[in-house]
């Protein structure tokens, strides 16, 4: 048996979540900033950008898939379009350009089948799911600070790990459980490691991260109801008022829909089907973006057209409108993501993920030392040692992940 797919001489495992932790602790605070620094009226459509991530990120595993389906190819017999081009007059150069546009057209034709494979309408289960929490995240991300919503989304690794249990099979020995309930009092202890609350606010987290981020190290609540606008946010969009409630129903609802959706995802990623190997991972995700299309159209045509009288045009054009740099770069960010998490999902699974997840506070935290010369504090690092000793736990190999057999059953649900 092949041992763990590596790069440079590194586990791919290890890579891709780190990769996620960052990734996940750039992305909280891009996407927030993106949404509170414009003027009420001038944000960009938080459908449009789920829209877009998809278009990107369906692109890129096509991209992949096909040059995956390539390699499977060139190593195994050469296709007999190919062979019996190549076997004619000259063999040293079998350049001839219709016999590698054959074998262009076979590739396509490869994947063509493998995407439209019978069982590919599985994946319509987790891509609405996730066009739905890619939505949601957008109005928590308006409406919370940034570490209001890092701590409530934290919730989904609690959410992944009831729907592992439920769904896959799984079984988590105690030292996991216990673990999981390590990982949640670290990541407490990390976010309110911060000022203290003043009595009367209505939730008392206020954390160094969105502090640092929208204050520049000035400490200030914003979690009233409605929240008041900082100075930074005031000069930028003059009366932008978040709703922390209607966030914290958005982030509660992102998690269900993200533990729902990865641990589906997981199980058509892990399960085969009588002796045939599982598919390609960049297959799936194709299917996934594929799926993914519809429902993420559906909110765009919708909405409100555009100004009155410019119809189908209009529609498009306010589709499209506020699309600054700062939003592009949260649609790059999300789509970077949504591939990395991918190979979370491939090579470890979805409550390693949440662990990544977790991890990507401290480096927030960190960043925002770096930054902007936040002190290191005792139970910051009380809460970030908790939450590494966690991950470790989790992960050690004395602790072998005890998985049913469901993950490898004939057929999948749906
Ligand atoms: O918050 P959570 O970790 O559940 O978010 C997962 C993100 O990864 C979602 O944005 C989802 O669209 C994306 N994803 C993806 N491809 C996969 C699995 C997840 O793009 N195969």
Redesign the pocket.
Known sequence: KEGPPTLFGIELKWISLITLALQNAFLTIIMHYSRISTAPGKTYSAATAVLL?ELL?GSISVIIALKRIDTNMLNSAPPPVYSEKSSSRNSDRRSPPSAFSMFQTSRLTALRKAVLSPDCYKLSV?AIL??I??NL?YVAASNLDVATFQVT?QM?ILTTAFFSVLMLGKRLSKLKWASLVMLAIGVGIVQMQSTSAPSHSATPIASPIATATAHHGEHQLRSEIPTTPNPVDSIMSSERVMHPFKGFIAVTL?CLT??L??VY?EFILKSSSGNAPPPDLWV??TQ?SLF?LVPAIVPIIVAPSGPDGMGYIGRVMSAFSNFNGWAIGTVLT?TF???I??LV?RYSDNIM?GFA?SLSIVISFLASVALFSYPITLAFVTGSTIVLAATYMYNSPGTPQQQSSRTTVAVAPG
């Open positions: 991530n990120k987790p996730y066009v929490q890619n995240q989304y989904k992102a993200s533990g959706a990865g995802f799936r995700n996934l993914s999300q993501g949504g591939l998490t991918a999902i993920k997840t």
